[in-house]
């Protein structure tokens, strides 16, 4: 099955173009996008353990809609911090088992209801590949054992037979990114590593890719084009006829531009036209080429509880 959603939902910038302004009372965004796509990447996972009751919530606001998935990022203090550094120099190593068995017990809710279809592990662009890269992986997919690991790399030394074969044997998945076309990057690709195939498209600003001058508006306030995406739909189907599930995120989310993005591969895929919120549909004129705007899905009434329910 192929699944398209979007990489987060608590986005200001979303008002008004993805979520209806002033949002109604008992508005909830992420039961919102629930009715628009079939999965959404958890970001807030990456910046800090996960925790339980959050995410039995999250799973009990998308109840409604028993196509819909989770892939949740891995905490940065596994991918990041956690690297081998050579040393006992900066930065400081942390315990591993401890970061993975809370990990682990946060996002059980999930993994429990059937709802977690990938753990995305993203490694830095520094993280290339080598012995020790290798090692530091191996490590984490024994620490996870049991959860649907997919790794993400930027470095494009990961693009290779050696490589894939070497996630192949740990079961990891390999998450095939669009980004930046610049001389170490990793370039586009088609690979399906494990059950799960993933593909997350970043946009191309190359300008404000790398630095940490570079605010996350600058690197991610970017629109796919048709003549972008149709290759990518070209890849997705050919993941599909490799592996048991495709999930494809919109991490491009700045202004919007990732759900009006993930909506245009949505109908691209099915060759059809999809639902999309008006206020979508009037900010970008390629997505108003293959959509059926509709009012939001709160305004008509479906995320709202029958009177006496």
């Given at each position: ?265 949505k109908a691209a895929l099915g060759r059809a036209p999809v639902r999309a919120p008006a206020s979508l ?29």
């Amino acid at each position: 099955m192929i699944r398209v959603g979007v990489a987060g939902w608590d986005y200001p910038d979303w008002a008004g173009v993805v979520y209806p302004s002033p949002p109604p009372r008992g508005f909830d965004r992420l039961a919102y996008l629930a009715d628009l796509f079939d999965a959404v990447e958890i970001n807030v996972t990456f910046y800090r353990q996960p925790d339980l009751r959050a995410a039995a919530s999250w799973a009990r606001r998308v109840a409604d809609h028993p196509a819909f998935r989770f892939t949740a990022k891995l905490v940065r203090d596994l991918t990041h911090a956690g690297r081998p550094t050579g040393s006992h120099g900066s930065p400081a190593f942390v315990d591993l088992k401890a970061q993975a068995d809370r990990f682990r017990a946060g996002i059980d809710p999930l993994l429990e209801s059937g709802l977690l279809l990938a753990v995305l592990a993203q490694f830095p662009h520094s993280f290339h590949d080598r012995p020790e890269s290798r090692l530091h992986l191996e490590g984490l997919a024994t620490l996870l054992r049991g959860l649907p690991l997919v790794a993400e790399f930027r470095h494009r030394s990961w693009d290779h037979e050696g490589a894939l074969a070497f996630l192949r044997g740990l079961g990891v998945g390999f998450c095939n990114v669009d980004q930046p076309d610049l001389p170490s990057t990793l370039r586009p690709t088609a690979h399906a590593t494990s059950p799960v195939a993933y593909a997350r498209l970043h946009g191309r600003n190359a300008a404000s890719w790398f630095g940490h001058a570079a605010s996350p508006a600058a690197r991610y306030d970017y629109l796919y084009g048709w003549e972008e995406i149709d290759p990518w739909t070209e890849r997705v189907r050919a993941l599909a006829g490799r592996a048991e599930e495709v999930v494809v995120i919109a991490n491009n989310h700045y202004g919007g531009k990732g759900p009006a993005n993930a909506l245009m591969i949505k109908a691209a895929l099915g060759r059809a036209p999809v639902r999309a919120p008006a206020s979508l549909v009037a900010a970008f004129r390629d997505l108003a080429a293959v959509a059926l705007p509709e009012r939001s899905a709160l305004e008509q009434g479906r995320l709202f509880p029958k009177e006496g329910g």
